[in-house]
């Protein structure tokens, strides 16, 4: 979900824009960039710069850049009920501006929360439900210290169109039983108008959209719970639990049981290896290793 990141080379400029389906933040602490989306923003350090799920954008330059990037799921906050922590993605989508400028006091503060979730998604195995909760607790502070710094009182710019309104609706609604028919509804648009406006702006139709949050939620269930698979297709959208699973197969090449033992295997063989570094090579003449 979070992770640091630096270049010392400056690759050539991204050739064109790309979308993705997360939302996803970057603070930069270091060098600087400058972004193309819905304009161009320079990036310096202690700038967040915002890209909101379907918005197209591309790196223009960068000069030494250093930063901790974020990604998360929308739909898993709005289905508990933490619509207003996307209020700076939501400014962003509508026209405001896509960087904001962090209070220099508050850098410390931010990159803190950062490294804390940097390093609470590599806790092993055992720890995963704990793990869920932290880090659905640091991401509300990250969010709101963006929203704090974003200041969120300032007036909403205009509506940011059928794409922006359509992937706002499907964000809301999609671990429902939600069908294009009703996000064109919503949007006062026929499902071919809407379905062709998302697909040339993001290059995914909202069927795709729609397809897109609920696997990102069902992996998180899958990672973070011990629910039966037919619980998790319950929880986001899918009444059949064999279509989830077809559905699911198609997405990542595995069935949702067999997605989620690979990675307890994964996270096994990763403890392992970490505790072997821990305990460090045998002592000399015991013929085992030293329990450190």
């Known amino acids: 979900m ?35 989306q819905d304009g161009e923003w320079e990036v310096r350090a202690g700038d967040v710069f915002l890209a909101p799920a379907g918005a197209p954008h591309r790196t ?4 030494r850049p250093e930063c901790w990037t974020l990604a998360f799921s929308p739909p898993a906050l709005l289905a508990r009920g933490e619509s207003s922590l996307l209020e700076p993605f939501e400014r962003v989508r509508d026209g405001a501006a896509a960087v904001v400028q962090v209070p220099a006091a508050r850098h410390a503060y931010l990159e803190g929360l950062l490294g804390e979730l940097e390093a609470v998604g590599r806790e092993p195995p055992g720890a995963r439900r704990g793990v869920d909760a932290v880090q659905r607790s640091l991401l509300t502070l990250v969010l709101a210290e963006v929203d704090r710094a974003a200041s969120p009182g300032r007036a909403r710019a205009a509506a940011g169109g059928v794409v922006g309104d ?21 949007v006062g648009r026929s499902p071919a108008y809407v379905t062709a406006a998302l697909t040339k702006a993001t290059g ?89």
Do not use: N
């Open 60 to 63: 223009l330059e960068r000069v």
């Open 204 to 292: 995914r139709s909202a069927g795709k959209w729609i397809v897109s949050g609920r696997m990102a939620e069902a992996r998180r269930l899958l990672l973070h719970s011990d629910a039966r698979v037919d619980r998790v297709a319950e929880r986001v959208g899918y009444a059949d639990a064999t279509h989830f699973i077809r559905m699911f197969r198609r997405e990542h090449g595995a069935t949702p049981a067999a997605w989620r033992a690979a990675r307890a295997r994964a996270w096994a063989r990763e403890g392992a290896r970490q505790d072997g570094e821990t305990r460090g090579p045998p002592r000399a003449g015991s013929g085992r290793p030293d329990p450190g």
């Open 2 to 36: 979070a992770a640091r990141w630096a270049q010392a080379t400056c690759p050539a400029p991204a050739r064109a824009s790309f979308t993705h389906t997360y939302a996803a933040l970057v603070f930069c602490t270091g060098g600087r960039s400058r972004v193309e």
């Open 166 to 186: 359509a992937l706002r609706f499907i964000e809301r609604h999609c671990l429902g039983r939600l069908t294009l028919e009703e996000v064109a509804a919503a």
